[in-house]
């Protein structure tokens, strides 16, 4: 590290994230924990949301003995319900979790006096803003309590806020302990997603955006106002991507500093155990597609893999099913490709018809109805997944060269058909496709390189822009490709990745080789080993711009 930037003594972070496993930010936190944890010691302490109450949670191990001094004053003396242990992650960071629903007697009060001191607009507050917001007062309570309890000697403190969902607590620190430095990460603008959402071009147009006046057309002012208020009041104001930051510039504020999200790799089998998984995983995945369509399916057959929340547009779901449309259509096309489409959906449970086929050793000669799909969707009508694979006629025949399957659930070792975790699947694919609209980071693509599988992706996600500084041959040779594109370039974008799978069809198995090779050789420049240096360098400023306010 440098020794001329300003290091914390002590890190204080939240997020809603914090031990409550629900998307992309959870990926970031814990795993970034362990380096901070090897830098800091104990010296870091999370902050989550107690949604587990009296239920035994999978990701945090409470231990009545730690900080029980403060613990017992906290609850005594500043009225706080808090649960401290230990966050069950490499590196095992503290964690505390707050009861944040005592606050919400205070709802009225609270955004009040958030009024008075900030302009902070929660009048038109609606759907998750009352819990988020309660949740962030809640986590800033905490800190203020331990802060003040056991640190008050400690010169160097800072807290970091994550997501518009905290932006009250960084608010609530700077007004009622502005000794604590706070930094605010916004992982994707509130505005920008709803713009995307909504069916909006987002970035032809950026330029000619009021981040203000999108607010009210879109409903979104209660948001928008925390979060751009949150931004322009912290000491440190951070995102993730150079592709966000262009976005906040706009619709927020200028950063002051991009701190890319790095993974670790610890979870990555090595050797004989990843050789095995993979072809368990692709067994698997092979004898699902066999059971569902009434069909044996070629050993070799090409496994290409898309994954990410159900955002159909934004996780470029509509591209990758006209790749696969556009594929099968090609009547030269000799070499089977197997497309497995893992988007968490509403689901009512699994399927019996392919429940019962699973326990039978032989293949089947007839398909099941929805011969795609591993689970019953509640309203399969409103799933846009599965009506566009109907319009696409991708019913999985005999003759079809490209099979899809589509899971609908969460892969987290409990689902019945698989009963394997995301990567326990993943390992098995050998190319995966995340041709993504609107992606601030992008883990999926990060993830599949970490398992030697090529990816692509697009220049319009941050993992994409900054593969493509870091890799210098066009095509999959370095294992992975960012494809352009933009607002009106559906049409090429499809053109572009249909030509590179069709490509790696025909590709030899020592030029997969080394391409797998390469893939992995990417990841390992993405490790939170070379990225932290952009969180001590954040940490400095946000310690600077404190040191110019209380001075």
């Given at each position: 590290m440098d020794k001329e930037l300003l290091k914390p003594g002590f890190i204080f972070e939240t997020s809603w994230e914090v031990c409550n496993k629900v998307g992309g930010i959870y990926a970031v936190l814990s795993t970034r924990a362990k380096t901070l944890q090897e830098y800091n010691k104990d010296k870091l302490l999370f902050v989550g949301p107690d949604i587990w109450k009296e239920t035994p949670s999978p990701f945090f191990k409470e231990t009545k003995s730690l900080l029980a001094a403060w613990k017992k004053h906290a609850s005594e003396k500043d009225n706080l319900k808090i649960r401290?242990?230990?966050?069950?992650?490499?590196?095992?960071?503290?964690?505390?979790?707050?009861?944040?629903?005592?606050?919400?007697?205070?709802?009225?009060?609270?955004?009040?006096?958030?009024?008075?001191?900030?302009?902070?607009?929660?009048?038109?507050?609606?759907?998750?803003?009352?819990?988020?917001?309660?949740?962030?007062?809640?986590?800033?309570?905490?800190?203020?309590?331990?802060?003040?309890?056991?640190?008050?000697?400690?010169?160097?403190?800072?807290?970091?806020?994550?997501e518009w969902t905290t932006g009250l607590g960084a608010l609530y620190l700077k007004k009622q302990v502005p000794t604590i430095?706070?930094?605010?990460?916004?992982?994707?603008?509130?505005?920008?997603?709803?713009?995307?959402?909504?069916?909006?071009?987002?970035?032809?147009?950026?330029?000619?955006?009021?981040?203000?006046?999108?607010?009210?057309?879109?409903?979104?002012?209660?948001?928008?106002?925390?979060?751009?208020?949150?931004?322009?009041?912290?000491?440190?104001?951070?995102?993730?991507?150079?592709?966000?930051?262009?976005?906040?510039?706009q619709l927020l504020r200028p950063v002051d500093i991009v701190t890319p999200n790095g993974f670790e790799d610890d979870f990555v089998p090595q050797g004989k155990e990843f050789d095995e998984k993979r072809i368990e995983a692709r067994k698997a995945m092979i004898t699902t597609a066999e059971k569902l369509c009434g069909c044996p399916i070629d050993e070799d057959v090409l496994i290409?893999?898309?994954?990410?929340?159900?955002e159909f547009k934004n996780k470029g779901l509509d591209v990758f099913l006209d790749v696969m449309h556009r594929i099968n259509q090609n009547h030269k096309q000799t070499r089977e490709v197997l497309a497995y489409i893992l988007v968490p959906s509403d689901v009512y449970g699994v399927r019996s018809d392919l429940m019962e086929r699973l326990v039978e050793k032989k293949v089947p000669d007839t398909p099941l109805y929805d011969p795609f799909l591993s689970h019953w969707?509640?309203?399969?009508?409103?799933?846009?997944?599965?009506?566009?694979?109907?319009?696409?006629?991708l019913q999985n025949r005999v003759t079809d060269k490209v099979k899809i399957v589509y899971v609908p659930c969460y892969l987290n070792g409990n689902d019945k058909v698989f009963d394997k975790s995301y990567y326990d699947l993943l390992i098995g694919m050998d190319l995966t496709v995340f041709p993504s609209y609107y992606e601030p980071w992008g883990y999926t693509p990060l993830e599949s390189v970490a398992f030697s599988i090529p990816t692509i992706t697009t220049d319009l996600s941050?993992?994409?822009?900054?593969?493509q500084k870091v890799t210098v041959q066009k095509g999959l040779t370095d294992g992975f490709e960012a494809v352009h594109r933009s607002d009106f370039?559906?049409?090429?974008?499809?053109?572009?990745?249909?030509?590179?799978?069709?490509?790696?069809?025909?590709?030899?198995?020592?030029?997969?080789?080394?391409?797998?090779?390469?893939?992995?050789?990417?990841?390992?420049?993405?490790?939170?080993?070379?990225?932290?240096?952009?969180?001590?360098?954040?940490?400095?400023?946000?310690?600077?711009?404190?040191n110019e306010r209380i001075n």
């Open positions: 401290v242990g230990r966050w069950t992650i490499p590196g095992n960071p503290i964690a505390v979790l707050v009861d944040f629903t005592p606050f919400f007697e205070q709802k009225d009060e609270i955004y009040t006096k958030f009024w008075e001191y900030y302009k902070v607009d929660s009048l038109h507050g609606y759907g998750d803003y009352d819990e988020a917001c309660m949740f962030a007062y809640a986590s800033a309570k905490v800190m203020e309590s331990f802060y003040r309890f056991q640190l008050q000697e400690e010169s160097h403190v800072v807290a970091h806020f994550n430095a706070t930094l605010f990460t916004t992982h994707a603008t509130s505005i920008g997603r709803s713009i995307c959402g909504n069916g909006k071009p987002l970035y032809d147009y950026l330029p000619g955006y009021s981040g203000d006046q999108m607010a009210r057309e879109l409903n979104m002012v209660s948001k928008h106002s925390l979060e751009k208020i949150a931004a322009t009041e912290v000491d440190c104001f951070t995102t993730v991507s150079d592709i966000t930051a262009k976005e906040c510039k290409v893999g898309t994954a990410g929340r159900c969707l509640n309203r399969p009508e409103d799933d846009a997944i599965y009506r566009t694979i109907h319009r696409y006629n941050g993992f994409g822009l900054w593969a370039n559906y049409g090429e974008v499809v053109d572009e990745i249909v030509n590179l799978i069709n490509d790696y069809l025909q590709k030899g198995a020592n030029e997969v080789a080394s391409i797998r090779a390469a893939a992995q050789k990417l990841a390992g420049q993405a490790l939170w080993s070379k990225f932290i240096k952009r969180y001590f360098e954040a940490y400095d400023i946000a310690l600077n711009h404190r």
